[in-house]
């Protein structure tokens, strides 16, 4: 290993050390109210040994302790701290397999529990990505389905890494750069095109998208995609609580859903793509939910921001140079678009990869056939902006 790439790799380690031990004041890992601390790290080894049934009395007695806390006395961030344990727990009580479509065929009493937490919170009783990769890991206080590490191996040392540890470290970096884009998306479908802050707004969630791009090549990097597919996509399943299946990762897309409407998805005819909104709009964070429905309602009857760009450019004369206040509007969404790109190929590929280890060809988002028409329909637009792109550079 060179200089720049020992660099590279101590920059990294550190940058995933940042990620796994960041923690917000609301996920204080003191906060066990269920009492499960112990059973965190016990459950991977008694997967691994088909003790399923000792999960599944640790988790019955989770579930019967829920019931004798006041839950009037506890702030929000502790109820929160009920969604993320009460939800893996649960999860981990499902496997090896369902026996049913609900997750009380696992646990009695698991649908009346995540209801109650659900109806606490405001939060869909399976809506805690935020907060399994916010979570500080400790050994005393592990919040992991897995245990298996990996060796990331320096000039000078030697490192062993958790793989669940990598991915919600490149899960944390995505979303964050997600958090800091939607309040901009909230505020853009109210910005006309040609509106001089319209392009600034877009380069601004560009770097903000960027995030997703870095995560996504974070987890790419250390190959674990054969662990995921065998080991932690099992517990990513879709289950049913009180006849309602709820996927595990709609809030982290919720972000990317928001994008790929406004600058691509409003022109669409497709109702499947249209059910896909409406199943994702409700795993948006509690605050700003009905924020997030306004601002995709606000799109109907209106083209998206990329053909209403194109319109306006085909208006334009062929043998005339592209007008100066549209100049920077064709750049700042063609680069943009291609953000987007750059994160759903390898986020697909990653997909299908891990479907290859899956015999059922299950993932956990419960709407597969949706990434490879995400990524088609963003190839699409940005070929129908490239004739104008190729203009401005020969300018």
Request: net charge positive.
């Given at each position: 290993m060179n200089t720049r790439e020992s660099l590279l790799y101590n920059q990294e380690v550190e940058k995933i050390d940042d990620i796994i031990t960041y923690t917000s004041q609301k996920l204080r890992e003191e906060w066990d109210p269920l009492q499960v601390?112990?059973?965190?790290?016990?459950?991977?080894?008694?997967?691994?040994?088909?003790?399923?049934a000792d999960i599944r009395h640790g988790v019955q007695a989770a579930i019967e302790r829920y019931w004798h806390i006041d839950h009037a006395s506890l702030a929000y961030q502790q109820l929160i701290a009920l969604s993320r344990d009460g939800v893996m727990l649960v999860t981990s009580a499902t496997l090896p397999d369902l026996s049913g479509p609900s997750v009380d065929d696992a646990v009695p009493g698991s649908s009346a529990m995540l209801q109650h937490i659900a109806d606490l919170t405001g939060l869909p009783p399976r809506n805690v990505d935020d907060y399994y990769t916010d979570?500080?890991?400790s050994e005393l206080s592990s919040r992991r389905f897995t245990d298996n590490v990996i060796q990331i191996s320096g000039d000078q040392e030697s490192r062993t890494i958790f793989s669940e540890d990598v991915f919600r470290a490149g899960v944390r970096e995505g979303k964050m750069g997600q958090d800091a884009a939607i309040s901009k998306l909230l505020q853009i479908p109210a910005v006309d095109t040609t509106a001089p802050d319209f392009p600034n707004l877009v380069k601004e969630m560009q770097r903000d998208f960027y995030h997703m791009v870095i995560g996504i090549t974070?987890?790419?990097?250390?190959?674990?995609?054969?662990?995921?597919?065998?080991e932690l996509l099992p517990y990513l399943k879709p289950y049913g609580v009180n006849g309602v299946e709820y996927v595990h990762s709609g809030e982290q897309m919720v972000g990317m859903l928001m994008a790929h409407h406004f600058f691509i998805g409003a022109d669409s005819q497709d109702e499947e793509y249209y059910q896909y909104v409406a199943k994702n709009v409700p795993y948006a964070p509690r605050e700003i939910c009905a924020q997030v429905s306004q601002a995709i309602d606000s799109m109907n009857g209106r083209k998206s921001f990329t053909s209403e760009l194109i319109d306006m450019l085909s208006d334009n004369?062929?043998?005339?140079?592209?007008?100066?206040?549209?100049?920077e509007v064709t750049l700042a969404i063609f680069n943009f678009l291609s953000t987007l790109a750059t994160f759903r190929n390898p986020h697909y590929g990653q997909i299908?990869?891990?479907?290859?280890?899956?015999?059922?060809?299950?993932?956990?988002g419960g709407d597969i056939d949706m990434p490879p028409y995400l990524l088609r329909k963003t190839n699409e637009q940005l070929d129908r902006l490239k004739p104008y792109i190729k203009s401005l550079r020969r300018a």
């Open positions: 601390n112990q059973l965190f790290i016990d459950a991977p080894s008694l997967h691994r040994r088909g003790a399923i979570c500080r890991l974070t987890i790419s990097r250390y190959k674990i995609t054969d662990w995921f597919a065998k004369p062929s043998h005339e140079p592209i007008p100066e206040n549209l100049k299908i990869r891990s479907l290859g280890h899956r015999p059922d060809g299950q993932g956990s």
